[in-house]
T-cell receptor, first 115, second 113 residues
């Protein structure tokens, strides 16, 4: 899996949009970008994933650059409960059995939401 | 169930003792993964299963670690002769056959003293 680079920490004011960058300059054509977060010491929580188009769900938006070498996770209105470590992961899609590929976690970005 | 259930939440073992951790994946999920988180941010993949078959065991320390997923039973991760360095939180995750999302349990914190 391609390596990802994320800033180790970021702060964001409550109510503002939190923009978390991720660099994956060696990503391959068959690799998706995934975002997970770990709140305190809980199990990682899936946020969103995408291949090349921008994606949005109830939790966040994912913006992937046209060359796919970087992406940004956007939490539109951050709350205190969004304080967590956010992991950007690239994951290979091979054939039809996509669900069996492991996730390779990096060190993530520790996001702190400031009241 | 609708969540991955891991037991026990906490486990303390003396060095050299055996430790056994359990994971009940979400019903209908074909894939189960085990991860070890030693330091706060570092996850290490251990092993994955496709139903009861080992799919990928490239992360498993071969000598003391073993894992199983048998039909109609929780999956298990067993550590023989635990060492201090095995102290970690062990997370289990499951996913659908062709899903993109892996759902994680709340982990088992193993402390070896």
């Amino acid at each position: 899996d391609a390596k990802t680079t994320q800033p180790p920490s970021m702060d964001c004011a409550e109510g503002r949009a939190a923009n978390l960058p991720c660099n994956h300059s060696t990503i391959s054509g068959n690799e998706y970008v995934y975002w997970y977060r770990q709140i305190h010491s809980q199990g990682p929580q899936y946020i969103i994933h995408g291949l090349k188009n921008n994606e949005t769900n109830e939790m966040a938006s994912l913006i992937i650059t046209e060359d796919r070498k970087s992406s940004t996770l956007i939490l539109p209105h951050a709350t205190l409960r969004d304080t967590a470590v956010y992991y950007c992961i690239v994951r290979v899609w091979e054939g039809s059995n996509f669900g069996n590929e492991k996730l390779t976690f990096g060190t993530g970005t520790r996001l702190t939401i400031i009241p | 169930g609708e969540e991955v259930a891991q037991t026990p939440k906490h486990l303390v073992r003396g060095e050299g003792q055996k430790a056994k951790l359990y994971c009940a994946p979400i019903k209908g999920h074909s894939y189960v993964f085990w991860y070890q988180q030693v330091l706060k941010n570092e996850f290490k993949f251990l092993i994955s299963f496709q139903n009861e078959n080992v799919f990928d065991e490239t992360g498993m320390p071969k000598e003391r670690f073993s894992a199983k997923c048998l039909p109609n039973s929780p999956c298990s991760l067993e550590i023989q002769a635990t060492k201090l360095e095995d102290s970690a939180v062990y997370f289990c995750a499951s996913s659908l056959t062709q899903g993109g999302k892996a759902f994680f349990g709340q982990g088992t914190r193993l402390t070896v003293v």
